[in-house]
C-alpha cells in the first residue's frame, strides 16, 4: 500500500496535467472541461491534510480525524472567472446524506485554489431551509456569497 504522502503527489501530477489541459479546452471552447470537483477534492485533502473518503462514498468527499474525532466532509467545488458576477451557485448539498460539514474550495480561472470555507452541518441545514428560494430550498444549492456567510475560512495562501 502506497504512503498517503506518495499518493497525494502522485494524483498531484495527474492533475496538473489536467489542469493545463482543462485550461487549453476552455480557451478553446469557452467551455469548462469538468474537473473542478475533483480538483477541489484533491486540494481541500493536500491543503487540510485531510483523507480521501471511499469511492463513491455517497454524503461525504473527505475524512478529518483530529484527537478521536471524525467529521466527515462534503467537498463542494466553485471556479470564479469573474469574481463580479453576482448570483453565482454551489452544487447541491443533499440533507438526506451522511456529512457533518461542508467544504467549499475556490479555484481561480487557473483552476488553483484561492480559498476553502468551511460549514458546519446545523448551519447549512439552516441556511437550507430558510423560506424563499426555490433553488436553494428544493435544489439544495446555496448561493456562493450566502456560503461564505455562514461558514469560516480554513485555509487562504
Not at 504512503?3 to 478553446?28: D, N, W
Not at 454524503?59 to 448570483?87: E, F, H, M, W
Not at 456529512?99 to 476553502?116: M, R, S, T
Request: with cysteine.
Amino acid at each position: 500500500m502506497r504512503s498517503r504522502s506518495r499518493e497525494v503527489e502522485e494524483i498531484g501530477k495527474i492533475l496538473r496535467s489536467a489542469k493545463r489541459l482543462a485550461r487549453r479546452y476552455y480557451k478553446l471552447t469557452g467551455r469548462p472541461l469538468g474537473i473542478t470537483g475533483e480538483v477541489a477534492e484533491y486540494e481541500a485533502v493536500r491543503l487540510l491534510k485531510l483523507e480521501r473518503s471511499p469511492v463513491r462514498q455517497p454524503g461525504y468527499d473527505a475524512i478529518r480525524r483530529r484527537g478521536g474525532r471524525v467529521t466527515k466532509l462534503q467537498v463542494k467545488a466553485r471556479c470564479i472567472l469573474n469574481p463580479s458576477k453576482p448570483g453565482q451557485r454551489i452544487g447541491q448539498i443533499r440533507l438526506d446524506r451522511e456529512w457533518d460539514a461542508v467544504l467549499l474550495v475556490i479555484l481561480d480561472g487557473a483552476l488553483e485554489p484561492v480559498e476553502i470555507h468551511e460549514a458546519g452541518r446545523i448551519a447549512v441545514t439552516k441556511a437550507l431551509l430558510t423560506p424563499g428560494s426555490k433553488s436553494r430550498n428544493t435544489r439544495g444549492a446555496l448561493g456562493l456569497n450566502q456560503f461564505r456567510r455562514i461558514a469560516r475560512c480554513v485555509w487562504r495562501p
